[in-house]
């Protein structure tokens, strides 16, 4: 039977907590990253917004995440959009009215404002 040498044992140590940082890493960086999109693009929306009325029209609860779907009329279209997260998910059911503000020069980005409960 051999004998795991201290030397490599040392170094498979050292490569574990370097992977493990790594990873930590990607992890964390990628959702400051998508944090930092999401606040972009509502930036933009309220440099343009205006507040209306939509009407959710679905739930879902997938692998990745919970998402509300809505649905809301501007100048004689009808659009959608979803937002993620377990708040609204857990706040919302089908049906549900609720406020949303978009973006005049480009109608399909919006966000949830709040319920209209």
Known sequence: MSRIKPA???SFFLK???FSLIGT????????FSNHLEQKRRKRVDENGLVVKAVVYD?????????VSFE???KNAKYRNKEAG???YYQLNTG???TVKIDSTDPRNS???SPSR
């Open 25 to 32: 890493g990607i992890l964390f960086g990628g959702l400051l």
């Open 111 to 113: 966000y949830i404002l």
């Open 8 to 10: 490599s044992a040392y």
């Open 16 to 18: 574990i907590i370097l």
């Open 96 to 98: 549900d009215s609720i």
């Open 59 to 67: 739930r879902s609860k997938t692998i990745t995440g919970r998402s």
């Open 72 to 74: 809301y009329d501007f």
């Open 86 to 88: 377990m708040n609204y």
